[in-house]
């Protein structure tokens, strides 16, 4: 039969060193990583507490069929560092592995393509400016989030 039902994702966030499952009818579960084949990555907005943030949303499929929703601050460490360590990938995405953990207060993460951990391809990243407004030093990393935006746009071609 060419009929389908479309499976729901499982939704993800990464919180003090672990992936969290986020869970409707009970406690929020913590794990140290979560494995599956990457079928997209996109961005998306939310409105909390009055402000638009905005997320990277990475989804993922495990070999039982189990998608997963993986979102991350648009701006996080986390997020580059992961996007880095994908774009390293030469041949073919394969089975990932994503894990994170914590080290001096600050989440860090681990990516594995089929059993091989990655390592990040650029070392060198475009710079944050500063600019100044009404008295005040601005960091801008437009060109930095850019850069990972194209970084991600790979990815996704490489998906299809």
Wanted: hydrophobic share 35%.
């Amino acid at each position: 039969m060419g009929l389908l039902k479309n499976k729901d994702f499982a939704y993800l966030n990464v919180r003090e060193g672990k992936i969290v499952l986020k869970a409707k009818d009970r406690a929020d579960e913590e794990y140290d990583s979560v494995e599956g084949y990457l079928t997209a990555i996109d961005t998306t907005e939310r409105t909390i507490k009055g402000s638009i943030v905005r997320f990277w949303i990475f989804d993922l499929v495990d070999n039982e069929g189990d998608r997963y929703r993986l979102s991350l601050n648009y701006r996080s460490g986390v997020v580059k560092a992961l996007l880095n360590n994908l774009a390293s990938i030469e041949g073919e995405i394969g089975l990932l592995k994503i894990s994170t953990y914590q080290r001096s207060g600050f989440t860090k993460i681990t990516v594995s393509n089929n059993g091989e951990r990655l390592s990040w391809k650029y070392e060198t990243l475009p710079p944050v400016e500063t600019t100044e407004v009404a008295g005040q030093t601005i960091k801008d990393d437009s060109k930095r989030m850019l850069f990972f935006e194209q970084i991600a746009e790979e990815i996704n071609n490489k998906l299809q």
